[in-house]
């Protein structure tokens, strides 16, 4: 640069680019060995003031200097992959977006070159895809911008002095960078209006600026605003930066148990700590040498680092936040992590380490969920744009008309198809509520100790946070209850006699033929069994109960294992006996069994939930449910949801398939242990299949019968969650203005969530023609008379 001064090699401002360098400045620096002026300050290679005790010795420490092995191999990938260009290669001859693979994410994750930085930046962000597709230049959009005297412009000069004060290019109004990030600023809340300005892009650009041309900054901040971080991050909500703590709250729990119990004793809110590390990428709190490394990897893998680098960051300090005496200490501690870390490559690979598995689907489908109840905690759901607005890329502002084919790709700007779609979401809403109040308008009629239940629909965080808790509660240790299908009269002082559709709790199963139950806190009876010599083929009692087939060896005993182990000789205790054949087991969870929400007793609450709740609950998963494609298909939520029930349970399938094959019921496999709801779904939508595919049963059907199922259990809200979290799945059957790909999936959530006040006892099998026929005529006639003469309860009943 003739007639300039030119920074010392690893000297001062040696690593900004060199439009930003401060002549002023260097001047002085120049006329340093002549003694004619020093320089008031002294600043390292990034312009930033340091103290002139750590800047005496030459060269400064820490510098950011190139590794030659490094360089080259940047330069022999490069080479490589463009190998068929002839002649020397040049960065006009690379191409606009490098191929992704395995091989650049090493070099990135390695340290890009310094001097490589601007160049590889703008590629592995997409940001010059960006710039050269742009219908609007740079310049068109400054010139748009700078007569624009909106609230954001005045909050933009207000900042300009504040964002960088400790860096020579901001740190003045005559400093080479304050105009810069004027314009870039102002240019950015004309072109995103639903943003405006917000003090964390400010941050961000001007670090940019440091090493970047302006208008290159600016087209970076473009591709981090619409793909690297989600939509409305640094909206006036901030809502896309809070969902993510959320996100990252969650992450602690999975991979930093030690410290999510630490924050939980001491109560400590750590989105205090860490929204502002999110909301600036980090510009603001880490050294910017060790900013230089985390941006190399953000701007090649986007925010999936945020959180990756976090974990490292907090794991690194895992044991001394442990070992702090006191809240104060550990959020003493907590602010200060990103300022004491210096050493890049220990923080990447222990971030790597501890979450390198982490994946992009895995955080978005967080961030669905949590953004989707971080609306409903706030109240926002109803809003006629709200769902529609956030879950999309912020839209920009343009002068043009877009294409035929970018509106096909981005959806529609149509102000009357988006009104459209959002009356229709109401009616659905509505459709639903209603659908739901009239099957509890029916429990409270029928039933009356359900008259005190509550309706209104609990749209608060913590009621999500207590679903899965409630769930796991309410499986375990909860006695199994089955219905009589017949009267049984008890003719022996060990037996329990019940009348049909008494609810009997079950005490043992371990009999295959015989169980053991209570009936109004009553088994039965007392009665002494004297056993001589044990049971078995030389087994001999004293009182002949019964004769039956030993479930044990197979062969005629006297008394059944059960038996000789609950009444030792002498003892006596009512031991409540009956014919399991003679009773059915329900599928109700945690509540008390009601007999308006039994099909086989009050048929009326078959068209209530068949006819009426199972409609409307097709018409929100119809919504926004992609068509057929040119070569035809089906196309039906129960394919959805056959698909995205696999899909939760396939990554951890043998384990899960292990436990279906044991389990006996929807809810507890044989050792106990609960089900999660993914499993659970997955285990009724086979189920549902094996049954109805055998009577070729419609996919309506299907729908309708696995509704049902999740009635009895009590978890279709929670199912509805799991369909929604499956972001693959969602993406590939629904339309992005959907229910389900929308955060509005929450408010039917909590919506569904008012259902489980009541207890449902509901055939799954209740539309097919034989299960029907067998419902009716549950024994062949006499068959009772004879069981009950003979206790021949081994036998096996034909229908």
């Given at each position: ?437 009239r099957v509890a308008r029916h429990f409270q009629c029928t039933d009356p100790k359900n008259c005190n239940v509550e309706l209104t629909p609990d ?79 030389a087994g001999q009692a004293v009182k002949l109960r019964r004769r039956r087939v030993c479930s044990a060896c197979r062969s005629p005993c006297v ?112 050792d106990g242990k609960v089900l999660t709801p993914e499993e659970l779904l997955y285990r009724a939508v086979q189920s549902v299949n094996v049954t ?108």
């Amino acid at each position: 640069m003739s007639g300039s001064h030119v920074p010392s090699a690893n000297g001062p401002f040696s690593a900004l680019t060199p439009s930003m360098w401060p002549q002023e400045i260097l001047a002085k620096y120049a006329q340093k060995e002549e003694a004619v002026e020093q320089p008031e300050f002294c600043y390292d290679e990034f312009g930033f003031r340091v103290d002139k005790e750590d800047a005496d010795g030459t060269p400064y420490s820490g510098q950011l200097l190139e590794d030659p092995p490094q360089r080259l191999r940047w330069q022999a990938h490069l080479e490589f992959t463009h190998n068929h260009d002839v002649g020397d290669l040049t960065w006009d001859k690379i191409a606009v977006s490098l191929p992704r693979s395995e091989k650049l994410r090493s070099l990135v994750l390695a340290g890009v070159p310094h001097s490589m930085r601007p160049q590889l930046w703008m590629r592995l962000s997409g940001a010059l895809q960006k710039k050269r597709n742009s219908e609007l230049s740079y310049r068109e959009i400054v010139k748009n911008s700078s007569n624009d005297e909106t609230i954001a412009a005045k909050q933009i000069e207000k900042d300009l002095l504040r964002t960088m004060p400790s860096n020579a290019c901001f740190a003045h109004v005559s400093g080479v960078g304050v105009p810069r990030l004027r314009r870039v600023l102002r240019a950015l809340a004309w072109l995103y209006p639903e943003i405006g300005y917000c003090q964390g892009t400010g941050m961000v650009a001007a670090c940019l600026l440091l090493f970047l041309e302006e208008d290159d900054a600016f087209w970076m901040m473009c591709a981090i605003v619409e793909d690297l971080l989600p939509a409305s991050y640094f909206s006036t909500t901030l809502l896309g930066v809070q969902t993510d703590q959320r996100v990252l709250r969650h992450l602690i729990v999975q991979y930093l148990p030690r410290l999510d119990r630490l924050l939980q004793e001491h109560d400590i809110e750590l989105s205090l700590i860490t929204l502002h590390w999110f909301l600036t990428a980090f510009a603001s709190v880490v050294h910017i040498r060790l900013l230089l490394r985390l941006w190399d990897l953000f701007f090649y893998e986007g925010s999936l680092v945020l959180f990756q680098a976090t974990l490292g960051m907090l794991r690194l300090k895992e044991d001394e936040l442990i070992q702090s005496e006191n809240s104060a200490s550990i959020f003493n501690t907590l602010s200060d992590i990103p300022s004491q870390l210096e050493d890049a490559d220990l923080l990447l690979a222990e971030a790597m380490r501890l979450a390198g598995s982490l994946t992009a689907v895995a955080v978005e489908t967080q961030r669905r969920k949590h953004l989707a109840y971080l609306l409903a905690d706030q109240g926002q759901l109803l809003g006629a744009n709200a769902t529609a607005s956030l879950s999309q890329v912020v839209r920009r502002r343009t002068q043009r008309r877009k294409s035929g084919i970018t509106s096909l790709l981005f959806g529609e700007d149509d102000l009357e198809a988006m009104k459209a779609k959002n009356i229709k979401q109401t009616e659905l809403v509505a459709d639903l509520r209603e659908a739901i109040l009239r099957v509890a308008r029916h429990f409270q009629c029928t039933d009356p100790k359900n008259c005190n239940v509550e309706l209104t629909p609990d749209y608060s965080m913590e009621s999500h946070q207590r679903d899965h808790e409630n769930y796991v509660a309410c499986s375990r240790g909860h006695p199994r209850r089955a219905k009589a299908l017949l009267d049984f009269e008890r003719h022996d002082d060990d037996e329990l006699g019940f009348r049909k559709n008494d609810i009997i709790t079950i005490v043992s199963q371990k009999d295959e033929h015989c169980w053991v139950g209570e009936l109004n806190g009553l088994r039965g009876e007392a009665s002494v069994w004297c056993v001589v010599q044990g049971w078995g083929r030389a087994g001999q009692a004293v009182k002949l109960r019964r004769r039956r087939v030993c479930s044990a060896c197979r062969s005629p005993c006297v008394l059944s294992p059960v038996a000789v182990a609950a009444c030792l000789p002498g003892s006596a205790s009512p031991t409540g006996w009956f014919p399991a054949k003679f009773v059915e087991v329900l599928d109700e969870r945690s509540k008390e069994y009601s007999i308006a929400g039994d099909d086989a007793v009050t048929e009326g609450v078959t068209d209530l939930v068949r006819g009426t709740l199972c409609p409307a609950l097709k018409a929100l998963f119809e919504h926004g449910l992609k068509k057929p494609s040119l070569l035809g298909g089906a196309c039906h939520p129960w394919l959805f949801i056959e698909e995205a029930a696999g899909r939760e349970v396939e990554r951890d399938f043998d384990s899960v398939y292990s436990r279906l094959v044991l389990c006996k019921t929807y809810r507890l496999d044989e050792d106990g242990k609960v089900l999660t709801p993914e499993e659970l779904l997955y285990r009724a939508v086979q189920s549902v299949n094996v049954t109805h595919d055998a009577a070729h049963a419609q996919m309506d059907v299907k729908l309708r019968s696995l509704i049902c199922v999740g009635l009895n259990e009590q978890v279709l809200h929670l199912w509805l969650e799991v369909l929604c979290s499956s972001l693959p799945t969602v993406e590939k059957w629904y339309q992005p203005w959907s229910f389900l790909r929308s955060p509005g999936w929450v408010q039917i959530k909590c919506e569904l969530r008012v259902l489980c006040c009541f207890a449902f006892s509901l055939s799954q099998d209740w539309e097919l023609p034989a299960k029907r026929e067998e419902e009716k005529k549950p024994l062949k006639e006499g068959v009772q008379d004879m069981l009950v003469k003979h206790h021949l309860f081994s036998w096996d009943i034909d229908g």
